[in-house]
């Protein structure tokens, strides 16, 4: 079943373009949480910043 809109513009729910995106969103809390853990671990146990991977990352983006 496909729901769409009165709107002539929007996507149906169904439609790849929606569906990649709502993937895309998730990865990307995925991937901000596990760079949030990360953090919260390196600075318990006093990683220095310029080590930490995932900062660098974080920092770039």
Same mark, same amino acid.
């Given at each position: 079943m496909v729901v769409r809109s009165n709107d002539a513009g929007s996507q149906? %729910?169904?439609s790849p373009v929606?569906?990649?995106?709502? &993937?895309y969103l998730v990865l %990307?809390?995925?991937w901000k949480a596990l760079i949030q853990k990360n953090n919260e671990i390196a600075s318990e146990y006093?990683?220095?910043p310029e080590l930490n &991977?995932?900062?660098?990352m974080l920092n770039k983006s």
């Open positions: 149906s %729910l169904n929606f569906v990649a995106e709502r &993937i %990307l809390s995925i006093q990683v220095d &991977i995932f900062s660098k």
